[in-house]
Nanobody, 126 residues
Framework: QVQLVESGGGSVQAGGSLRLSCAVS????????MGWFRQAPGEEREGVAA???????SYADSVKGRFTISKDNAKNTLYLQMNSLTPEDSGVYYC????????????????????WGQGTQVTVSS
């Protein structure tokens, strides 16, 4: 059974940093694409960053230069380092996993991801 469990969310002031983690189990971590999504109240879930099976990395334009996605295959853990946070970064952050590789911006589509965690709340105050 595939399980994804996020942690590391919390409240921070604008300009601060947080590091999210996603512990995964139930499958061969290195053979799956991994991604981070977020959802603000009343908004659709949006792709934040993804790391593909071949190690290629993609970011949403809104987080480029501020967020860094990484993974540790030995620990079966996905990370999202978030720096220079703004109130617009607030929301529930989800990690996701998918067996197939992505092309172009298809990673941003939530329907293309099969497995999801339960989410962790990030609140950035001004």
């Amino acid at each position: 059974q595939v399980q994804l469990v996020e942690s590391g969310g919390g409240s921070v002031q604008a300009g601060g940093s947080l590091r999210l983690s996603c512990a995964v189990s139930g499958y061969i971590f290195s053979s799956y694409c991994m991604g981070w999504f977020r959802q603000a109240p009343g908004e659709e879930r949006e792709g934040v960053a993804a790391i593909d099976i071949d190690g290629s990395i993609s970011y949403a334009d809104s987080v480029k230069g501020r967020f860094t996605i990484s993974k540790d295959n030995a620990k079966n853990t996905l990370y999202l380092q978030m720096n220079s946070l703004t109130p617009e970064d607030s929301g529930v952050y989800y990690c996701a996993a998918e067996r197939s590789m992505f092309y172009g911006d298809t990673w941003k589509r939530t329907l293309n991801w099969h497995y999801w965690g339960q989410g962790t709340q990030v609140t950035v105050s001004s």
